[in-house]
Protein backbone atom coordinates (compact mmCIF):
# COMPACT_ATOMS: atom_id res chain seq x y z
CA UNK A 1 0.00 0.00 0.00
CA UNK A 2 1.44 3.45 -0.89
CA UNK A 3 1.02 6.12 1.68
CA UNK A 4 1.91 9.53 0.54
CA UNK A 5 3.06 11.93 3.18
CA UNK A 6 3.30 15.51 2.21
CA UNK A 7 5.97 18.28 4.03
CA UNK A 8 6.95 21.33 3.34
CA UNK A 9 4.44 23.58 3.91
CA UNK A 10 4.08 26.68 5.68
CA UNK A 11 3.19 30.39 6.04
CA UNK A 12 5.09 33.12 3.94
CA UNK A 13 4.67 36.07 2.81
CA UNK A 14 4.24 37.46 -0.91
CA UNK A 15 7.25 37.13 -3.22
CA UNK A 16 9.02 33.91 -1.02
CA UNK A 17 9.74 30.34 -2.00
CA UNK A 18 8.64 27.13 -0.48
CA UNK A 19 10.17 23.75 -1.58
CA UNK A 20 7.15 21.04 -0.78
CA UNK A 21 8.12 16.90 -0.46
CA UNK A 22 5.63 14.31 -0.81
CA UNK A 23 7.67 10.93 0.60
CA UNK A 24 6.24 6.94 0.55
CA UNK A 25 6.00 5.44 3.93
CA UNK A 26 4.55 2.26 2.37
CA UNK A 27 5.16 -0.48 0.15
CA UNK A 28 7.37 1.05 -2.86
CA UNK A 29 5.27 0.51 -6.17
CA UNK A 30 6.56 2.11 -9.60
CA UNK A 31 4.29 5.30 -10.18
CA UNK A 32 3.87 6.17 -13.87
CA UNK A 33 2.91 9.79 -12.74
CA UNK A 34 2.54 11.80 -9.81
CA UNK A 35 1.05 14.86 -9.00
CA UNK A 36 0.58 18.00 -7.34
CA UNK A 37 -3.22 19.49 -6.88
CA UNK A 38 -4.28 22.10 -4.31
CA UNK A 39 -7.64 23.19 -3.23
CA UNK A 40 -8.49 26.63 -1.19
CA UNK A 41 -10.70 27.20 1.48
CA UNK A 42 -14.49 27.00 -0.28
CA UNK A 43 -12.60 26.18 -3.60
CA UNK A 44 -12.90 22.92 -5.70
CA UNK A 45 -9.35 21.10 -5.68
CA UNK A 46 -7.84 22.53 -9.12
CA UNK A 47 -4.54 20.56 -10.81
CA UNK A 48 -1.23 22.43 -9.61
CA UNK A 49 1.44 20.14 -11.68
CA UNK A 50 2.00 16.87 -12.31
CA UNK A 51 5.03 14.52 -14.11
CA UNK A 52 4.73 11.36 -16.27
CA UNK A 53 7.60 9.59 -16.91
CA UNK A 54 7.11 7.16 -19.85
CA UNK A 55 6.92 8.71 -21.83
CA UNK A 56 8.10 11.84 -20.02
CA UNK A 57 6.36 15.02 -19.40
CA UNK A 58 5.44 17.42 -17.49
CA UNK A 59 2.44 19.29 -17.02
CA UNK A 60 2.23 22.92 -15.60
CA UNK A 61 -0.66 25.62 -15.60
CA UNK A 62 -0.75 28.94 -17.37
CA UNK A 63 -0.90 30.60 -13.76
CA UNK A 64 2.19 28.26 -12.35
CA UNK A 65 4.65 27.95 -15.10
CA UNK A 66 8.07 29.79 -14.56
CA UNK A 67 7.25 29.94 -10.72
CA UNK A 68 6.55 26.54 -9.85
CA UNK A 69 9.04 23.35 -10.66
CA UNK A 70 7.55 19.84 -10.05
CA UNK A 71 10.83 16.69 -9.85
CA UNK A 72 10.72 13.60 -8.34
CA UNK A 73 11.12 10.02 -8.90
CA UNK A 74 8.54 7.55 -10.09
CA UNK A 75 10.36 4.22 -9.10
CA UNK A 76 10.98 5.90 -5.16
CA UNK A 77 7.19 7.44 -5.38
CA UNK A 78 8.80 10.76 -4.35
CA UNK A 79 7.56 13.94 -5.49
CA UNK A 80 8.75 17.55 -4.80
CA UNK A 81 7.28 21.14 -5.83
CA UNK A 82 9.48 24.43 -5.78
CA UNK A 83 7.35 27.58 -5.42
CA UNK A 84 9.08 30.99 -5.67
CA UNK A 85 7.06 33.90 -5.87
CA UNK A 86 4.88 32.94 -4.10
CA UNK A 87 1.25 34.89 -4.48
CA UNK A 88 -1.61 35.09 -1.96
CA UNK A 89 -3.66 33.19 -4.51
CA UNK A 90 -1.38 30.23 -4.02
CA UNK A 91 -2.67 29.57 -0.79
CA UNK A 92 -4.11 26.29 -0.39
CA UNK A 93 -3.82 22.93 1.13
CA UNK A 94 -1.71 20.84 -1.74
CA UNK A 95 -2.39 17.50 -1.95
CA UNK A 96 0.73 15.23 -4.03
CA UNK A 97 -1.14 11.89 -5.45
CA UNK A 98 0.36 8.92 -7.50
CA UNK A 99 -0.85 6.76 -10.32
CA UNK A 100 0.40 3.33 -10.26
CA UNK A 101 -1.51 2.21 -13.17
CA UNK A 102 0.34 1.63 -16.32
CA UNK A 103 -2.55 2.49 -18.28
CA UNK A 104 -4.70 5.76 -17.71
CA UNK A 105 -8.44 6.73 -18.29
CA UNK A 106 -8.30 10.31 -18.01
CA UNK A 107 -5.95 12.68 -18.42
CA UNK A 108 -2.95 13.40 -15.68
CA UNK A 109 -3.87 16.68 -15.22
CA UNK A 110 -7.33 15.04 -13.66
CA UNK A 111 -7.77 14.18 -9.90
CA UNK A 112 -9.50 10.49 -11.30
CA UNK A 113 -6.24 9.63 -12.97
CA UNK A 114 -4.84 8.93 -9.24
CA UNK A 115 -4.98 6.06 -6.91
CA UNK A 116 -3.04 7.35 -3.79
CA UNK A 117 -3.38 10.80 -2.59
CA UNK A 118 -1.57 12.29 0.96
CA UNK A 119 -2.84 14.41 3.59
CA UNK A 120 -2.18 17.50 2.12
CA UNK A 121 0.26 20.29 3.72
CA UNK A 122 -0.65 23.66 4.06
CA UNK A 123 0.60 26.99 2.32
CA UNK A 124 -0.31 30.35 3.45
CA UNK A 125 1.13 33.46 1.75
CA UNK A 126 -0.04 36.70 3.20
CA UNK A 127 0.87 39.77 0.97
Known amino acids: QVQLVESGGGSVQA ?12 QTVNSYAMAWFRQAPGKEREFVTAIRWSPFYEYYTDSNRGRFTVS ?16 PEDTAVYYCAARVRPYQYYSDVVGLSYEYWGQGTQVTVSQ
Do not use: E
Request: glycine share 14%.
Open 72 to 87: GDGAKNTLYLQMNNLK
Open 15 to 26: GDSLRLSCTNSG
